[in-house]
């Protein structure tokens, strides 16, 4: 429920990025969200596409997201990706106890394409 | 919508391709074609989203540094009991700790009126439909806190969140401790839910264990899944109504108090 603030949050950076480069149009946006960040992939989609609307500076922008493999450590210091979010059982050791690997929690807005 | 986010269920290479489909249909994606015969410019950012959140909670911690006192972010469901746990936790530490409490709910004084009638200074803040707390509402709510009476001299701050266990775990508010809460008429799979409220989290409260033989609540199911999700998560099992494990909750509250606190 909070995708839409976080998506105004996007959109003020992509302002302020826009008067800093002297341009004029958000072609392309790349972000990378967090495996852990807590965020529904829809909703964000969905909120990025309400607000490319209202903006005439963010009209027909691209979103381009990426969502990297959740990656897990295990008390015998294994670290393993996994394709789904649970952490499921160390490969190594076989323990259940696995922790996040830090990092995976962020939204990043990594790179944007303008004109 | 909300409740997804901590399932781990969710396909995201399913959802990649709605992106797609919106922009084929959508008229702007012509403009976006023609757009391409100007001379466009290429920006590497690699700033988080929670940038701006983020300063301001460090901000915040600054603030309490400076202070002298110790900040809480309460997290849980609606209704598992954390306004109830601050109104016994202020009387059992009446005279000993100079408690604040910041009060987080998306309408309704209903609860800073309960806090406030055990005489402690409280604001509350009143999110008009968000389902968290930022450093910024903290920030601007602490500033009130402080010119209520008896708020300069703030040991302990509690900021009670928005009942929710998704969102608010998203959000540094520039708490020291995050303690997350489940009561037992919740069941015990919350943690398993809502990894992130109890990743995020130093300490988990399981409340309401007065209620523990009217209902299938095994303390050590959800206790093992939450240590699985956080090994380093320190655990208890309270009932605020009746007293049962308040001794733990106490001791904790002072020990981070002096450790915490100190600064002046």
Redesign the interface.
């Known amino acids: ?2 995708e839409l ?2 998506v105004q ?2 959109f ?2 992509l302002e302020e ?1 826009l008067r800093q ?1 002297n ?1 004029e ?1 958000i ?2 946006v790349k ?1 990378e969200i967090g495996p ?8 964000f ?1 969905f909120a ?2 309400v607000m ?2 209202y903006e005439s500076w963010a ?7 990426t ?1 990297p493999k959740p990656r897990y450590q295990c ?1 015998c210091g294994h670290i393993q990706e996994r394709d ?4 499921g059982v160390c490969e190594l050791c076989g323990d ?5 690997v830090s990092g995976g ?11 | ?2 409740d ?3 399932c ?3 396909d ?1 290479d399913h ?2 391709s ?2 797609h489909d ?2 084929h249909d ?1 008229t ?2 012509h ?2 074609d023609h ?1 391409h015969n ?13 940038a ?2 983020n300063a301001l909670a460090d901000t915040n911690r600054e603030d309490f540094r400076e202070d002298g006192l110790v900040a809480i972010n309460l997290i849980s469901s609606p209704g598992s009991g954390k306004t109830t746990l601050l109104e016994h936790t202020i009387d059992a530490l009446k005279g000993e700790i100079n408690i604040g409490v910041i009060e987080g709910d998306i309408e309704t004084e209903r609860d800073a009126e309960r806090i406030r009638a055990k005489g402690v200074p409280t604001i509350q803040l009143t999110t008009g439909g ?3 707390l ?1 450093a910024a509402m903290v920030h601007k709510g602490y500033r009130r806190l402080c010119k209520e009476k008896g708020g300069g001299d703030i040991q302990l701050l509690f900021i009670e969140n928005v009942g929710n266990l ?2 608010p ?3 540094d508010i520039g708490e020291d401790e995050r303690v997350v809460l489940v009561s037992v008429p919740e069941g015990p799979d919350k943690p398993a839910k809502y ?2 409220a109890f ?2 989290s130093q300490t988990f409260v399981i409340t309401k264990c007065d209620l523990l033989p009217y209902f299938d609540f095994k303390c050590e199911d959800a206790l093992h899944d939450a ?5 380093h998560l320190r655990t208890m099992e309270l009932c605020s109504t009746t007293g049962e494990g308040m001794d733990a909750w106490l001791s904790y509250l002072r020990e981070l108090v002096k450790k915490f606190a100190v600064a002046e």
């Open positions: 429920m909070h603030s976080l949050n996007l003020a950076q990025l480069n341009a149009k072609l392309t972000v852990f960040a807590g965020v529904v992939i829809d909703s989609e990025f596409a490319r609307d009209n027909g922008a691209k979103l381009i997201l969502t008390l789904k979010l649970e952490p259940d106890f696995l922790t996040p929690n962020d939204i990043v807005l990594q790179q944007v394409e303008m004109e | 919508m909300c997804v986010c901590g781990g269920s969710h995201h959802s990649h709605h992106p919106q922009n959508h702007h994606d403009n976006h757009d100007h001379k466009s410019k290429t920006v590497d950012v690699e700033t988080s989203l929670f701006t959140n968000a389902c968290h930022d998704v969102c775990a998203s959000f990894p992130k990743s995020s240590k699985k999700i956080n090994p």
